[in-house]
């Protein structure tokens, strides 16, 4: 009775510490995996902020009176080349 008491401590105390170790390998996987994927999004961010300042770029106001001017041919308009519609029934009729 006592040998196999003796067995079973022994299959016990190998299981808990094979289980043990298993944890501590899947606790480092996953920890390395979180890194990687904290980097990627970091990366993401970054990519993210460039976009985001070249459409400001590309939206200025001095970029677009530039293309306007230049690739369409377009001016300025004047006060004296403009024509002022007022429609009867729409948002501006108070």
């Given at each position: 009775?006592?040998?196999?008491?003796?067995?079973?401590?022994?299959?016990v105390v190998?299981?808990?510490?094979?289980?043990?170790?298993?944890?501590?390998?899947?606790?480092?996987?996953?920890?390395?995996?979180?890194?990687?994927?904290?980097?990627?999004?970091r990366?993401i961010?970054?990519?993210n902020?460039?976009?985001?300042?070249?459409?400001?770029?590309?939206?200025?106001p001095?970029r677009?009176?530039?293309?306007?001017e230049?690739?369409?041919?377009?001016?300025?308009?004047?006060?004296?080349?403009?024509v002022?519609?007022?429609?009867?029934?729409?948002?501006?009729?108070?």
């Amino acid at each position: 009775m006592k040998k196999f008491l003796f067995v079973v401590l022994a299959l016990v105390v190998s299981a808990v510490f094979f289980l043990n170790v298993w944890q501590s390998y899947r606790y480092t996987m996953l920890l390395q995996r979180i890194e990687g994927l904290e980097q990627e999004q970091r990366e993401i961010l970054e990519r993210n902020k460039r976009i985001i300042a070249g459409i400001a770029v590309l939206r200025s106001p001095a970029r677009l009176q530039q293309l306007a001017e230049e690739e369409l041919g377009l001016s300025r308009a004047e006060a004296e080349e403009m024509v002022r519609v007022l429609l009867k029934g729409g948002r501006n009729d108070g």
